[in-house]
């Protein structure tokens, strides 16, 4: 129960919690990997048309976190845009339940157009998405899934394990690094992360990477001891992939403090949080993160509800992630000035 409870708290620091907890949905959609963003948007060219108004709310099981904070805020800039909408946010914290039902059973009573809701037990909100469909509510997901939605706010997980891995690659080759070795974290207790690291695993296999580690870690503590330990282990290690920010961040530390050089290390991440843009930012080791385009994620919660709404456009859609480095340094800059 103890590490049940330690997973649920690291994965909510990647906002991906309900991923890993809910059933298998039924997609309206083949593949929301091939939707664009100029398809999510387009139909709101005319969405306000004629005086409409529309009401959307939105529910994070983990609204506290920054991450999260900032893909509402988007989410509001967005109805400020189009301006015939209102974006509702919630204060569901810690994954607390009790507190998201409540909120939701509110926005149902109260007759919104749609929600947009992380489903923290998608068991316990199933009977609320009966009640709000039954009601006209368009009832959409955002990162966890859930049969019979009408649509689905999420990202790419093989695409963003599939970024790191080939950036981890160039590097190797640019520098020469032979017999290549590296650590990849990862976080086994929910496997609908896994092509986080499994697509590592095989582009790594195809390349010639040895890995000589591969462990759970998802929190900056794990990150550092986990890292600690397997570079005393292995004093040759090259490479170290985090699941997500957190972990690389906590590996990142150990790497400074043990000394080694830097130049001959790569470290890298997934998310794209502001901790670990900024361990980018810094140009030593810590080479990128796959970074989720936050602004992008918020705007869609907004413009997939519409379209889910209206019956018009895509409202099953995975947003971009894009490899931050300080290769593309204007790019960097753009997603760390999300965070202000």
């Known amino acids: 129960m103890e590490l049940n409870f330690k997973i649920q708290r690291a994965a909510s620091a990647l906002g991906v919690l309900a991923a890993g907890l809910v059933a298998t949905a039924a997609f309206a959609q083949d593949d929301p990997a091939k939707v664009t963003l100029e398809q999510i948007q387009a139909p709101q060219a005319t969405a306000c048309d004629g005086g409409k108004t529309y009401t959307i709310a939105y529910s994070h099981s983990v609204s506290e976190a920054a991450i999260v904070r900032q893909v509402r805020h988007f989410a509001t800039e967005r109805s400020k845009e189009l301006g015939c909408v209102t974006v509702l946010h919630d204060n569901t914290q810690n994954n607390n339940l009790e507190q998201q039902i409540n909120a939701v059973q509110g926005w149902v009573t109260l007759g919104v157009d749609a929600i947009v809701v992380t489903p923290i037990d998608s068991s316990a909100l199933a009977p609320l998405q009966k ?195 300080k290769a593309n340094q204007d790019q960097l800059d753009k997603l760390l000035n999300n965070y202000k």
Not at 247 to 267: I, L
């Open 131 to 325: 009640q709000a469909q039954a009601a006209g509510i368009k009832w959409l997901t955002y990162l966890g899934e859930m049969d019979d939605s009408d649509g689905y706010v999420g990202f790419n997980h093989a695409q963003s394990g599939q970024l790191i891995a080939n950036a981890a690659v160039d590097w190797v080759k640019a520098n020469n690094v032979e017999n290549p070795e590296a650590l990849v974290t990862t976080l086994t207790g929910l496997p609908s992360l896994s092509p986080r690291w499994t697509e590592v695993e095989k582009i790594f296999a195809e390349n010639g990477i040895t890995i000589v580690s591969k462990q759970d870690s998802a929190d900056q503590t794990s990150g550092l001891q986990l890292a600690e330990t397997v570079m005393t282990q292995h004093p040759g290690l090259d490479i170290i992939i985090g699941l997500n920010d957190d972990a690389a961040v906590g590996a990142y530390r150990a790497v400074k403090v043990s000394g080694v050089d830097q130049n001959a290390m790569f470290v890298g991440g997934q998310d794209g949080s502001l901790e670990g843009l900024t361990a980018v930012n810094e140009g030593g080791a810590y080479r990128g993160s796959s970074a989720i385009l936050i602004n992008d994620l918020g705007s869609n919660i907004v413009d997939q509800a519409l379209n889910a709404i209206n019956g018009n456009g895509p409202s099953f859609a995975f947003t971009g992630t894009v490899w931050a480095s």
